[in-house]
């Protein structure tokens, strides 16, 4: 009866694949080796040309390795310590391996030596993985330590793990100051992280605390890092200051406000010139040669396009408060054929009304749309000088709800058309683009959009689109 030893593996790390394991035995009364498969292949021999032995065993043994490997197969037989130590080996082809291996001796009842079984883990490739690792590690250090941006290294929960040096010079709090806290305390109130972020990366823009109180304008790209099995561990951000961005932007926004004014101060100051031009011509004539019936009617409408023209300009500068209830648009366009019939009639125009069933109501200020419906309404009948038909349409296209607008006028250039919606362009030879710049900033506000198709000497058609959005949860 022979005395088993309870052979006990090298713990084996994680990364290792189990082709990089392989085993031997070693029969001391003969003095036999046997490799199993693996073996042969982590040495680099063929099988069927190369028989192990104690010898050749150790021939692979790179020299440097060798006297201590020795001593190691010397304490085994002296005193039953397992063999087990980490070594080089030269393989045939001259590539050189690391491998960890162990190995136990088995005894008679006699205390005689039966045999010595044991195991080689190949550890080339996870060296190599871990010296690589630590040259990413060192060279993602010297990046940290010395790039402009803040790199950050956050767990799910958003509390900060690691924070680049440069935190202080942009936020003024130092790394250790960071650690521990939740990155999103120091956001503004007004901002936040995405509640989910993209599984690539996403960039934020957001105002985040100087350690004086102030607030930051910062850019942060952000990657999520998983697992194996998926699982969100950590997510790297790298956050640069972009306050010097913002306030450039900032000052072209500006510029452009004042541009803008600039130009609608110009257009507002010919609009109302030339009535004003007209008045003071007709009271000298009146002056002159006495009042005359159709002057006081010319008069008159001269007054009105002045008043008209200081009301689009009210409307667009002191917007009404919008009241938003569910509206159905349908008996909207019907009410504005009503109101538009008389002065369709006299320019010989004909309104027709289409629309497709019942439409899903759309939350919205009725007055507002019905304002926008007018001006469009109103702009088409206008745009026929011969007569002709205005379409007046409704239906649901996915989700939003379509106002549909055709005139067979004359169209609108393509040229002309990029300046639909800007104050002071027209097509219309008494008209000063604010009212369809106040239908564009009232679509704007209920979340829709203009659509606008022409063709030059067959017509134009508006498309009103507002999203069907219910009532907000309160």
Not at 403 to 429: C, H, N, W
Request: glycine share 6%; charged share 25%; hydrophobic share 35%.
């Amino acid at each position: 009866m022979t005395n088993m030893i309870t052979y006990e593996s090298p713990t084996i790390p994680e990364q290792v694949d189990e082709d990089d394991i392989g085993g031997w035995e070693m029969d001391y009364s003969n003095r036999k080796v046997y490799w199993t498969d693996n073996l042969y292949r982590i040495y680099g021999v063929d099988k069927s040309a190369f028989t192990p032995t104690v010898d050749n065993h150790l021939s692979f043994v790179y020299p440097d390795d060798l006297p201590y490997i020795q001593k190691q197969i010397n304490e085994l037989h002296q005193t039953e310590k397992p063999f087990d130590a980490e070594f080089r080996i030269k393989r045939p082809d001259g590539e050189i391996r690391t491998v960890h291996a162990r190995g136990d001796v088995v005894y008679d009842d006699n205390r005689q030596i039966l045999r010595v079984i044991g195991a080689v883990i190949d550890l080339t490739r996870t060296k190599l993985e871990r010296h690589r690792l630590l040259e990413l590690n060192a060279l993602y250090n010297l990046l940290a330590e010395n790039t402009q941006d803040i790199i950050t290294y956050l767990l799910p929960d958003g509390t900060i793990e690691y924070s680049s040096p440069a935190v202080k010079n942009i936020l003024g709090y130092s790394p250790e100051e960071l650690r521990g806290t939740n990155h999103a305390d120091y956001l503004h109130p007004e901002h936040s992280l995405p509640e989910h972020l993209n599984p690539n990366s996403d960039t934020v823009e957001a105002l985040i605390r100087h350690k004086n109180g102030h607030y930051v304008w910062t850019e942060s790209k952000f990657k999520v890092i998983r697992d194996k099995a998926g699982v969100h561990t950590h997510t790297i951000g790298v956050t640069k200051d972009i306050t010097a961005k913002k306030q450039a932007e900032e000052r072209i926004n500006r510029a452009e406000k004042l541009a803008l004014v600039g130009k609608l101060a110009a257009g507002i100051a010919h609009e109302i010139r030339n009535p004003i031009t007209a008045l003071r011509g007709f009271y000298q004539i009146i002056k002159e040669y006495g009042p005359k019936k159709d002057y006081d009617r010319i008069v008159m409408e001269e007054f009105s396009r002045i008043e008209k023209i200081l009301t689009d300009l009210l409307q667009l500068a002191r917007p009404k408060p919008s009241e938003f209830a569910a509206f159905e648009l349908t008996p909207l366009v019907h009410d504005v054929a009503t109101l538009l019939e008389a002065q369709a009639r006299e320019r010989q125009v004909r309104i027709e009304i289409c629309h497709s069933g019942a439409g899903q109501p759309v939350w919205c200020d009725d007055s507002q749309i019905k304002q926008v419906l007018l001006n469009l309404t109103r702009n088409a009948i206008e745009a026929m000088q011969d007569g002709g038909v205005v379409r007046l349409g409704v239906c649901q296209d996915g989700g939003e709800a379509v106002l549909r607008i055709t005139d067979q006028g004359e169209g609108i250039s393509a040229e002309r058309m990029v300046y639909l919606g800007q104050p002071f362009q027209t097509t219309k030879e008494q008209g000063t683009g604010l009212g369809l710049m106040l239908c564009y900033a009232i679509i704007e506000h209920h979340k829709g959009r203009i659509v606008v198709e022409s063709c030059v000497g067959v017509g134009t058609t508006f498309e009103v689109r507002l999203p069907l959005h219910r009532k907000p949860a309160s």
